[in-house]
Structure formats: structure tokens, C-alpha cells
């Protein structure tokens, strides 16, 4: 199966995603984990010209954004899949849709025209949405950030409702958890949703 976790930073999700992990490899499964934007050589270039680089044209952020998940898809998701691991990602193409499509205001429908064809239309089975105020995730989160988590509350709330948006549209596939539950409470829920497909 391939389970993404998403939610503004702050939200605990690489810790929901680590979890996970642990927990299926406690069963026996092969485990791939990954984060975006990055995980390949490329990937990781991409990232530093995203997330340390001088301010882009959003559609140029966009692109880039799809351009390091298509490699990711292409050299470790689809690989991990066929080979009939599980994937475990740390963001995936529901933060574009939030990020970009929504508090970029590019469009979550153009956005997501875009990254279903640098993906080839492979989406999660199940992605988790850790929701919490964006302030108290400011707080929790503490450093300075990245240059998108500079962009203010404004943006970040924006986010949020983009993110809200998103478990309302895929509510077969989008479960949205509560994120200021206890971490190991938000694991046993997320267990409990995968059962069936671990
Ligand atoms: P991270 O802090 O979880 O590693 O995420 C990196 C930053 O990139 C975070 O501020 C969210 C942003 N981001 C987007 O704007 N669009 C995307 O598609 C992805 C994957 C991340």
C-alpha cells in the first residue's frame, strides 16, 4: 500500500510517517519511507533551489515541486510498489494542491491536472491530514522554517482551509485526524484505518 501524511509543519506528521514505519516493519512488511520534496539525487537538488533559493514565479514553485515527485514516483515509489513493499511518504500531492494550487492560488484543479501527469495518476491509497490551528503549529514547529513556512499566517491559514477543502473532496481517500491528539493516540488511529490494507 502507499500511505502519504500531510498537515502544515508542525503538525507532527513526520512522526505519524516514522510510526507507521516502525510499526510495519514490527509486522514483517518492507517498508520504503520518503519525504518531499526530495528522496532521489535530483529530488534533493530540487529541494535546496525550493526551499533555501530566492523567491519563483508560482507556477515555476509548482513545477518544480511535480518535477521532483515524478522522479520520486518513477525511481522509488513505482520500484517499492511493484516490488510489493509498502510506501511511506512525508508529504505527497495533496501539499501542492494546499500549497500551491490553494495559497498560491494557482487552482487545486490545475495543480492537480499537473501532478497526475508527472506521477502518471498514482495516488496515495490513503493519506492522512493532521489538522491543527496553524498558529499552535508555528509554536510547536519553533525554528525559523523554510522559505514557504516564512510566507506568514495568512498564507499558512490558507493552507489550512486548502487542506480542509481536500479531506471534504477525497473523503475516500483523505482521513483527517485531530493533531493536538496525543501522538501515539493518532497512531492507533492510523493503524486501526490501514488494518485491512497492511
Ligand atoms: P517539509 O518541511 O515537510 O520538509 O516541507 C517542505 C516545505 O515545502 C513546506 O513548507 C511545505 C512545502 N511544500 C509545498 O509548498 N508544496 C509541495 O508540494 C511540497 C511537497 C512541500
Partial sequence: MFVSFE??????????????????????????????????????????????????????????????????????????????????????????????????????ERVLQLNLIATEALLPDRTFLLLIDPVEARRRAGAEGDRIEREGSAFQHAVDRGYRDLADRFRERVVAVDAARAPGAIASIVRGELRDLA
Avoid: N
Avoid at 514490527?26 to 528522496?39: N, S
Avoid at 510506501?87 to 501539499?95: H, I, L, P, Q
Fill in 7 to 108: 498537515g502544515v509543519d508542525g503538525s507532527g506528521k513526520s512522526t505519524q510517517a516514522q510510526l507507521l514505519r516502525e510499526w510495519l516493519e514490527g509486522l514483517g512488511r518492507g517498508v520504503v519511507a520518503c519525504r518531499e520534496p526530495g528522496g532521489t539525487a535530483l529530488g534533493e537538488r530540487i529541494r535546496d533551489l525550493l526551499l533555501a533559493g530566492a523567491a519563483m514565479a508560482p507556477w515555476a514553485e509548482a513545477a518544480l515541486f511535480a518535477a521532483a515527485r515524478a522522479e520520486l514516483v518513477a525511481e522509488v515509489i513505482r520500484p517499492a510498489l511493484a516490488r510489493g513493499e509498502h510506501v511511506v511518504c512525508d508529504r505527497y500531492v495533496d501539499s501542492s494542491l494546499a500549497y500551491q494550487g490553494v495559497a498560491r492560488g494557482l487552482g487545486v
